[in-house]
Each structure stands twice: as structure tokens, then as C-alpha cells.
Nanobody, 124 residues
């Protein structure tokens, strides 16, 4: 399975961006696709995830209400719509695919496949 991330860019605080992740294959609908972000010097941070079958979504407290993760079934793609961005959202965003149970869905180690990352920069 290969994941291709796209989108991202530079935006002013309060603006919006969308990042997308296309999967070459989806081995099982029981899997989940997640987004993590990384800032130099800090650990990878969970952002959001979606279960591919139920479309149940999960968010970190820091993005809840501002970000929306969705799935385009026809294109094996997940989108992360990011609204009302703040400078603290700046980072490299990575998509991931795996089969975590709900209690592990926010864990970096629970995912098996990773995309190459796309940069999101929010200026103040």
C-alpha cells in the first residue's frame, strides 16, 4: 500500500486549507486512515482519523470543531479540511493507514503505512 499526500501550503491565521491522502489500495474496510503532524523538536501529534467502513471520526482536542476528516470511497482518498487555522497548526502533516482498535486510534505506532508528508504553514 502506498499513500500519496497532497495539498497544504501557506495561509494566514484564520484561513483554510485542505490536505488529501490517496491510497493505492485498501486491504480492508476495517482499517482506519489518520493524520498526524510533526514539528521539528517535538513528537508526532495525532490530528484526526476516520474508520473506512463506518466513517466514524476521531479528533484531537486541539483541532476539534475546526478540522473535518472525510472519505471519498470512489477514489480511496481521505481529506482533512482545516478551517480557522492558527500558527500552532503549522507542521508537516502525514497520513497513515492501519487497523487500530478505537483505544489505539490516536497512537502513532498503531498505523502500518505512511505517506510522505505535506507542509502546512500558518502565519500570524
Amino acid at each position: 500500500v502506498q499513500l500519496q499526500a497532497s495539498g497544504g501550503g501557506l495561509v494566514q491565521a484564520g484561513g483554510s486549507l485542505r490536505v488529501s491522502c490517496a491510497a493505492s489500495d485498501l486491504p480492508s474496510n476495517r482499517w482506519a486512515m489518520g493524520w498526524f503532524r510533526r514539528v521539528p523538536g517535538k513528537e508526532s501529534e495525532f490530528v484526526a482519523a476516520i474508520r473506512l467502513s463506518s466513517r466514524h471520526t476521531f479528533y484531537s482536542d486541539s483541532v476539534k470543531g475546526r478540522f473535518t476528516i472525510s472519505r471519498d470511497s470512489a477514489k480511496n482518498t481521505a481529506h482533512l479540511q482545516m478551517n480557522n487555522l492558527v500558527p500552532e497548526d503549522t507542521g508537516a502533516y502525514y497520513c497513515a493507514l492501519g487497523a487500530p482498535i478505537n483505544s489505539q486510534i490516536r497512537a502513532h505506532s498503531a498505523y502500518d503505512h505512511w505517506g510522505q508528508g505535506t507542509q502546512v504553514t500558518v502565519s500570524s
